[in-house]
T-cell receptor
Framework: AQSVTQLGSHVSVSEGALVLLRCNYS??????LFWYVQYPNQGLQLLLK??????LVKGINGFEAEFKKSETSFHLTKPSAHMSDAAEYFC??????????FGKGITLSVRP | KAGVTQTPRYLIKTRGQQVTLSCSPI?????VSWYQQTPGQGLQFLFE???????NKGNFPGRFSGRQFSNSRSEMNVSTLELGDSALYLC???????????FGPGTRLLVL
């Protein structure tokens, strides 16, 4: 069975600092990988996705993620955090069917 | 294009009652998936419908059921509500299976 691991439950960074949110997947076959963001009292918004091809994926709001098959990782980064980035971030994977398997999520706080 | 819409946005029910939640996918999307989000269990897959047929089902009791109509709109029903059913229920739609899923704002259900 597929699983997605997001280490830690909370990350705090200063405004302007690098954001790094880690995600590892467990699958014998590289799945499709996604990062979603959830703001309070809202649904999930797609940040970016990896299906095939280029391993460095650029998403919205300046976020990007790199698929590393050798490390089974798909970490999310942003060079410079903004106050508006404060939210909960979910890494997810899907395989042959359309069932999304989510990580536990990680809350990002941005300090002024 | 309009996004995924879910109604109602908020619901309060009492134990033993039943509830029906509705989801209208993005125009042209034929796959609709449902997820339950709770603080303790995170995001869990309920089921997925494609062209009016249930294609995948998660590990939830039979009290949770769903259906999809010919216009791709979907409903999920929970019978004999329990306190533990209090959650945010999210609907997501995609063009086909394995495609990117786009989420609605969710229905927040509180069972008293």
């Amino acid at each position: 069975a597929q699983s997605v691991t997001q280490l830690g439950s909370h990350v705090s960074v200063s405004e302007g600092a690098l954001v790094l949110l880690r995600c590892n997947y467990s699958s014998s076959v590289p799945p499709y990988l996604f990062w979603y963001v959830q703001y309070p009292n809202q649904g999930l918004q797609l940040l970016l996705k990896y299906t095939t091809g280029a391993t460095l994926v650029k998403g919205i709001n300046g976020f990007e993620a790199e698929f590393k098959k050798s490390e089974t990782s798909f970490h999310l980064t942003k060079p410079s955090a903004h106050m508006s980035d404060a939210a909960e971030y979910f890494c997810a994977a899907t395989g042959a069917n359309s069932k999304l398997t989510f990580g536990k999520g990680i809350t990002l706080s941005v300090r002024p | 294009k309009a996004g995924v819409t879910q109604t109602p946005r908020y619901l309060i029910k009492t134990r033993g009652q039943q509830v029906t939640l509705s989801c209208s996918p993005i125009s042209g999307h034929r796959s609709v998936s449902w997820y339950q989000q709770t603080p303790g269990q995170g995001l869990q897959f309920l089921f997925e419908y494609f062209s009016e047929t249930q294609r995948n089902k998660g590990n939830f009791p039979g009290r949770f059921s769903g259906r999809q109509f010919s216009n791709s709109r979907s409903e999920m029903n929970v019978s004999t509500l329990e306190l533990g059913d209090s959650a945010l229920y999210l609907c997501a739609s995609s063009l086909e299976q394995e495609e990117t899923q786009y989420f609605g704002p969710g229905t927040r259900l509180l069972v008293l």
